[in-house]
């Protein structure tokens, strides 16, 4: 079974500073999808970010971008000039690419990211 | 606008009650999953279900039951047997697709408390 670890529980940035959190899974498969949610206070889930394991390039959107080691299982979201609004929990996130169309996702716990003034 | 909407945003149930959570979605997407959501644990798939009038268990389907007799709606009935049912409820809906990185679209959630 596939598992998804975020081994930083919390984690602060000052405000237009970078912030990088981490993320790594286990798979016995070679073809998968990996996401970054971000849930503010408001608890709405929101897509951040979402990068294809045949995909060699690391996805960017904006001010997040993700460092994808695909042999080391590894999958951190950079977050680049932080916001204010950028304060929220955020979860690493599986989905197998098999097993016909069930698009389950399995979460990480999450990192919870404080952005100081 | 299109979304997900679910309803209540706060429900409080006593023991030994059944209560429903409901979750509607304009998406004229296919899928809908429920998703518990419990401090330190991330989110964990309850149920799923890929197209009208068929539905899957998920990782902690135990207490839980659904329907899906429409696209748009997806219920998840809490049950008296869920021994611990005070969580987050996430309800959320896809364009179900093999080999493709299909958004999840997640709801606003429901916050159900057992007094």
């Known amino acids: 079974a596939q598992t998804v670890t975020q081994s930083q529980p919390e984690m602060s940035v000052q405000e237009a500073e970078t912030v990088t959190l981490s993320c790594t899974y286990d798979?016995?498969?070679?073809?998968?999808?990996l996401f970054w949610y971000k849930q503010p206070p408001s608890r709405q889930m929101i897509l951040v970010i979402r990068?294809?394991?045949?995909?060699?390039q690391n996805a960017t959107e904006n001010r997040f971008s993700v460092n994808f080691q695909k042999a080391a299982k590894s999958f951190s979201l950079k977050i680049s000039d932080s916001q204010l609004g950028d304060a929220a929990m955020y979860f690493c996130?599986?989905?197998?690419?098999?097993?016909?169309?069930?698009?389950?996702?399995?979460f990480g716990t999450g990192t919870l990211l404080a952005v100081q003034p | 606008d299109g979304g997900i909407t679910q309803s209540p945003k706060y429900l409080f149930r006593k023991e030994g009650q059944n209560v429903t959570l409901s979750c509607e979605q304009n998406?004229?997407?296919?899928?809908m999953y429920w998703y518990r959501q419990d401090p330190g644990q991330g989110l964990r798939l309850i149920y799923y279900?890929?197209?009208?009038?068929?539905?899957q268990k998920g990782d902690i389907a135990e207490g839980y039951s659904v329907s899906r007799e429409k696209k748009e709606s997806f219920p998840l009935t809490v049950t008296s047997a869920q021994k611990n049912p005070t969580a987050f409820y996430l309800c959320?809906?896809?364009?179900?697709?093999?080999?493709?990185?299909?958004?999840?679209?997640f709801g606003p959630g429901t916050r159900l408390t057992v007094l």
């Open positions: 959320a809906s896809s364009i179900p697709g093999q080999g493709k990185s299909n958004e999840q679209f």
């Open positions: 798979t016995s498969e070679s073809d998968y999808y």
């Open positions: 990068q294809e394991a045949y995909k060699q």
């Open positions: 996130a599986y989905r197998s690419a098999y097993g016909g169309a069930t698009n389950k996702l399995i």
């Open positions: 998406l004229n997407h296919d899928a």
């Open positions: 279900s890929q197209i009208v009038n068929d539905f």
